[in-house]
């Protein structure tokens, strides 16, 4: 299913999207298919597959620490391909998000390509503004990726304006000045970001990342956010399990309350 | 050459520089950017600055012949002496004007990363001077191999924080200074360490550090009454080398060298040489040549000198390399050893092992450009700074040190 799909039908069902992200190869490769695909069962509309990236300025302790783990047992970009693959041969609406660098490296028309190929329908960038995003732009318009960009509490209204132009499929809002990782609340700057973001641009659907990890909180976000991400929280589950089977277990669980939780909208 | 008038509004030497940061941080860039242009029109900022330099650090350090060592090399050489300068490097100048810029943008706090401990200790005494609260990042495997420069900041007043994730080095102590700057940004300057980063640090820093070459160009017409035939300068991320450079890419008779990090040489892969080793990508916050594997992770550095030991480097330094104005060359840990002894010996100067990579450098071309000038040639190489700091490092390394003092906790092993 399209971003664009996904999020008109949550809208028709008068609740929010839930993005779930998961690294790519954490622990394993086969691993990471089989938390995502539950994921997916357990009611995440759309699960975002990060790439492992050895300097990840955006993220957390708890993704840092995820990904160190996936790069340590040798996950490669084409085994990222793979997992999306897979992922979305299992039904799933698919988003990457990755630093700008491996991209590069990869060669950027020809990951559009191979992304597209994988089935993945967009892609999130946290460290290309679309000032630098030209060869993105042409790449991702000629192998049709959607392209989400972020805005941030401390964007000005210009750059709101300009980044929401060269959004395709859904914008993503950092609600807080800050990384990624669950916090105790929900930021207090993420209903007027959103707010601004709408009073540019009324028909974008707005994702909301950053600080949410429960049911509850996710019932705040979704009030005013047409997504809700989530990330440390989901992969918690899974890095500080004893087992293998308990960590699937809590997955699903905080998969299953995060997915109640955006149909609540409090 | 036009290299004055780069980089370009965005930040861009050609296809290197610019920003890849999180969109967060691009209204902190754009502040400082704007704070920044206009301080440099601003003549009070610039006469405090200059006052700074003049009566606290040391400023402009003295351009001296090292007679001895040229006999050794067959060289006149020219040491450019930043090792005098209050806090024993280059470095000074470039914290002393951030930390004025972070005054003149009302932010009370002041962050850092570093490796070594040089730039650490540098904003701690810049942030000290100047009243501010200095927060230093630095990896947990420096912070247990450079003891006395995490006391030294201590003293000053400033925080440390061990980081502890990734390869617990200086890559990941940026990473982490990146992390709380984009918490922070309302009250926080981030003091970056050099030329490199997302606009408008490379330009900036280099500004802040180009006093160097604009001296070093005055005191040669002034004591050798014309300009060198080359300028050597060590590249790690290169702010000593920029700050030397800039100043003569528009004379096209000197030639700039390089002198990059070569670990155990290049060719075994335990080096840190982004540029005669690496590729082009992206690394905190800049389009540059870095040290990275197929899929565009950055691999590890290695070097002796744990002020070289950075897996990327400044954009201008790229682009200079892409444009052959200057010369970018590896030397060995044990070439740059070799460089250091002979200077102590020679000189009585304990040259930092970073500066010993530009030594040993000059050694390299001087019977080159002999034979290409047909004459003795003059070299300025920049003295970057002093070798206090690496005592331990090169008593370890030569053997020298006596039993008991093997064990005192030092400086990087």
Known sequence: MSIATTFAKAKAENRSVLVGCMPAGFPTVDHSIEQMIAMHEAGCDVIEVELPYSDPVMDGPVIQKASDIALANGVRTRDTLKIIDAVA??????????????????????????????????????????????????????????????????????????????????????????????????????????????????????????????????????AFADGV?????LIRCVLEAEDRATGLANLRSLSAELAGGVRTRR | MSAPSLPDLAGHFGRFGGRFVPEALIKALDELDAAYRSAKQDPEFQARFQDLLLNYAGVPSLLYRATRLSERLG????????????????????????????????????????????????????????????????????????????????????????????????????????????????????????????????????????????????????????????????????????GIFHAFVPDEGVRLYGFEAGGDGVETGRHAASITGGSVG??????????????????????????????????????????????????????????????????????????????????????????????????VVNLSGRGDKDVHTAGAYFGILDQAETIVPGENT
């Open chain 1, 89 to 222: 041969s299992a039904g799933a609406t698919v988003v990457l998000m990755t630093y700008w660098n491996p991209i590069e490296k990869y060669g950027v028309d020809a990951f559009a390509r191979d992304l597209a190929a994988a089935g993945a329908t967009g892609l999130i960038t946290p460290d290309l503004i679309p000032d630098e995003a030209a060869e993105w732009i042409a790449a991702s318009d000629a192998h049709k990726i959607d392209r989400t960009f972020l805005v941030a509490p401390s964007s000005t209204d210009e750059r709101i304006a300009m980044t929401l132009e060269n959004c395709r499929g859904f914008v993503y809002a950092t609600a807080l000045m800050g990384v990624t990782g669950a916090r105790k609340s929900v930021s207090s700057q993420a209903p007027d970001l959103v707010a601004r973001i709408r009073a540019v641009d009324p028909a974008i659907p707005v994702g909301v990342g950053l600080g949410v990890g429960n049911g509850e909180q996710a019932a705040e976000v979704a």
């Open chain 2, 75 to 242: 060289a006149d050489i020219w040491l450019k002496r930043e090792d005098l300068n209050h806090t024993g490097a280059h470095k000074v100048r470039n914290v002393l004007g951030q930390a004025l810029l972070a005054k003149r943008m009302g932010k009370p706090r002041v962050i850092a990363e570093t490796g070594a401990g040089q730039h650490g200790v540098a904003s701690a005494t810049a942030a000290a001077l100047l009243d501010l609260e200095c927060v230093v990042y630095m990896g947990e495997m420096d912070t247990e191999r450079q003891a006395l420069n995490v006391a030294r900041m201590r003293m000053l007043g400033a925080t440390v924080i061990p980081v502890t994730n990734g390869s617990r080095t200086l890559k990941d102590a940026l990473n982490e200074a990146l992390r709380d700057w984009v918490t922070t940004v309302d009250t926080t300057h981030y003091l970056l360490g050099t030329a490199a980063g997302p606009h408008p640090f490379p330009e900036l820093v280099r500004d802040f550090v180009g006093g160097i070459g604009v001296e070093a160009r005055a005191q040669c017409l002034d004591q050798i009454g014309r300009l060198p035939d080359a300028v050597a300068a060590c590249v790690g991320g290169g702010s000593n080398a920029i």
């Open chain 2, 282 to 379: 992206v690394l905190h916050g800049n389009r540059t040549y870095l040290l990275q594997d197929e899929d565009g992770q950055t691999i590890e550095s290695h070097s002796i000198s744990a002020g070289l030991d950075y897996p990327g480097v400044g954009p201008e330094h790229s682009w200079l390399h892409d444009t052959g104005r200057a010369v970018y060359e590896p030397v060995t840990d044990a070439e740059a050893m070799a460089a250091f002894q002979l200077l102590c010996r020679t000189e009585g100067i304990i040259p930092a092992i970073e500066s010993s990579h530009a030594l040993a450098g000059a050694a390299k071309i001087a019977p080159r450009l002999r034979e290409e000038l047909g004459r003795t040639p003059t070299i």
């Open chain 1, 229 to 233: 991400i989530v990330g440390s929280a």
